[in-house]
């Protein structure tokens, strides 16, 4: 579930403007607070650690943290923290082949309570969450090209009923209905999806993930079921 409020110092609101705002307030799910560890609510707190295109937004708890952008180098966050995630698997449009047989998806949000930005030449700070990925190969333009196979340090493998997909430092695991897990093991993989303008801990209609897509707020790539053994 999205906040409903971010609460930031003026030096924030002065650096993101009302619309970066409104787009932290998008993208930030209820996660946990990174001081007390316990669910965030409604209205969060938002420090900003400004370094670069490592800069990190992360939630707190208004009663646990006051909103601060700190510019004077990566100093808070806390290293060590776990950061949640919600993903969710089932079928969706096919981009593979572009008919119009489902095939799974395994779409996740990667980090409820810690969003990235990244300063652009214009002076405006933008989402760098999908940046990462991409660099391994995931794609955020379809195009008319075929879905791209991220490189090895994504994996994906069914454990009993469950899904797990492991990318970079992340690991990530999530069940699916009979019908889907067939799929996916018929097809041998799935479309692993991260993205940050959707919670997947929630419903997920074909329209938003349409939205999300178009918008390039998707990074997509085709992962290869891989067997128990390998
Ligand atoms: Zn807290």
Redesign the pocket.
């Known amino acids: 579930m999205p906040v409903d409020e971010v609460l930031v110092d003026d030096l924030t609101r002065a650096k993101l403007g009302e619309s970066g705002i409104a787009d932290l307030r998008r993208r930030f799910g209820r996660g946990d607070?990174l001081?007390?560890?316990?669910p965030l609510r409604r209205s969060v707190a938002v420090v900003v650690d400004e370094f670069y295109a490592m800069t990190r937004a992360s939630a707190?708890?208004p009663?646990?943290?006051q909103p601060v952008w700190i510019d004077s180098g990566p100093s808070l966050i806390p290293k060590n923290q776990a950061v949640s995630y919600h993903c969710r698997l089932f079928l969706g449009p096919n981009v593979l082949s572009r008919d119009a047989n489902p095939i799974p998806w395994f779409l996740v949000h990667p980090s409820l309570e810690i969003l990235g930005l990244k300063p652009t030449e214009s002076g405006m700070w933008v989402s760098s969450d999908l940046d990462i990925f991409e660099r391994f190969g995931f794609i955020t333009k379809l195009d008319n090209a075929p879905l791209a196979e991220p490189k090895d340090l994504v994996a994906l493998w069914v454990r009993r009923n469950s899904v797990v997909v492991t990318a970079l430092a992340h690991r990530w695991s999530c069940t699916g209905d009979p019908h889907t897990m067939r799929r996916l093991n018929r097809m041998k993989g799935a479309v692993v999806a991260i993205t940050t303008v959707i919670d997947p801990g929630e419903e997920v209609t074909p329209e938003m993930l349409e939205a999300a897509v178009r918008s390039e707020q998707c990074a997509m790539g085709w992962v290869r079921l891989r067997q128990a053994n390998q």
Do not use: G, I
């Not at 001081?35 to 316990?38: F, G, K, Q, V, Y």
């Open positions: 607070c001081t007390c560890e316990r707190y708890h009663q646990c943290h």
